[in-house]
């Protein structure tokens, strides 16, 4: 039973990330079009990012039957949606 409510949660957790993600890029690209030129790097890296996260959230959609792998890629999906910040 806590494995349900577990994957569940899992499951809720990446459709939420996946939306903020995609929520994200289009107010960059859309900040980028009408002329926020310093955006033009984040923009990229928003990309690149949700590259990866997409690729993540489709390798834990692929082994959704093995729940524990599946929660690995989930979990390394929302850590590379996490922002870095530099230690002082």
Known sequence: MNELILSI????????????AQVLF????LACIFGQ???VVLM???????????ELLLRAWH???QK??????LRRA????????PIS
């Open 44 to 54: 990229l890296w928003v990309t690149r990012k949700g590259v990866r996260v997409t």
């Open 9 to 20: 949660t899992a499951w809720d957790i990446a459709n939420g990330l996946a939306v903020i």
């Open 78 to 85: 929302a850590f590379e949606l996490m922002p870095v910040y």
């Open 63 to 65: 082994c959704r039957n």
């Open 68 to 73: 524990r792998e599946a929660i690995g890629y």
């Open 26 to 29: 289009w107010l960059i690209l």
């Open 37 to 39: 030129a310093p955006t």
